[in-house]
């Protein structure tokens, strides 16, 4: 079920990389979660405060702007050549002469999708799971970054499809941490927590760490502490992530 919305999401990173000035760290391409919304919404794409964002409810695609003009396109049962059409009608008040095209400089987990390869949308179930887990990613994450007082935005990648968080801990010492929410993957088959540390010698073992009240550390591939989705609800991801960076905090 993740799969067709992380495809969808794709429509907005390649909104980024066409309309947007290119980021040495790639950050044009990522997407912010509105969680009143429910929303995935790119960066601003103009001055006038236009965004292409994905409605995880409706399962749809949403031309967002200031005014009565704002464009809505279901995606169950639509091509991808008929929404690539679709934004591309839409995008004519950006005022850009090329063409929207869906490009990216990396590949995703799976086959290259084609002109008719034709969305489904989940139940409904499925969605508001899905939205779920997003909500309470984000209202942790932001909690943290307050708490700790981080310079970091809370963003959504669309390559690797995580909600989370970069941030330098302790210039002097060159230590930073990354902080979020990830997908299921090779690592742990299940929605997951996540927090690793880093320093000049890149990642830092976990091996001589006490053993967390909440998750597990590892070391193997990925140094840090991961812990699944699964009854997480946003008291108990708050804790997590205050007990993990915490630790890096005191190296």
């Known amino acids: 079920m993740e799969k067709q919305v992380h495809l969808a999401a794709q429509y907005l990173a390649a909104a980024g990389i066409n309309f947007l000035d290119k980021k040495a760290d790639d950050s044009h391409t990522n997407v912010g979660f509105n969680v009143e919304k429910g929303y995935l919404e790119t960066w601003l794409l103009n001055n006038k405060g236009y965004q292409l964002a994905f409605d995880y409810d409706a399962f749809s695609l949403r031309w967002l702007t200031n005014d009565a003009n704002e464009q809505i396109l279901s995606l169950d049962g639509k091509t991808h050549q008929e929404i690539v059409k679709w934004i591309n009608s839409v995008t004519v008040v950006l005022g850009k002469k090329a063409p929207f095209r869906y490009r ?148």
């Open 104 to 251: 990216f400089h990396y590949d995703l987990p799976y086959d290259k999708i084609t002109d008719d390869f034709m969305f489904q949308k989940p139940s409904r179930e499925e969605l508001k799971s899905l939205l779920a887990l997003r909500i309470i990613a984000q209202n942790a994450l932001e909690h943290i970054v307050k708490e700790f007082q981080l310079d970091t935005e809370i963003r959504i990648w669309p390559h690797h499809f995580d909600t989370g968080g970069y941030a330098v801990l302790d210039a002097t010492k060159n230590l930073s941490v990354g902080f979020g929410m990830a997908v299921p993957d090779t690592l742990v088959d299940d929605f997951y927590l996540y927090t690793s540390g880093y320093n000049s010698n890149g990642g830092i073992a976990t091996t001589s760490f006490e053993k967390l009240t909440s998750g597990a550390w590892k070391n193997e591939g990925f140094k840090g502490a991961v812990a699944p989705m699964q009854d997480m609800d946003e008291t108990k991801a708050i804790a997590f992530f205050q007990e993990t960076i915490s630790i890096f905090k005191a190296l």
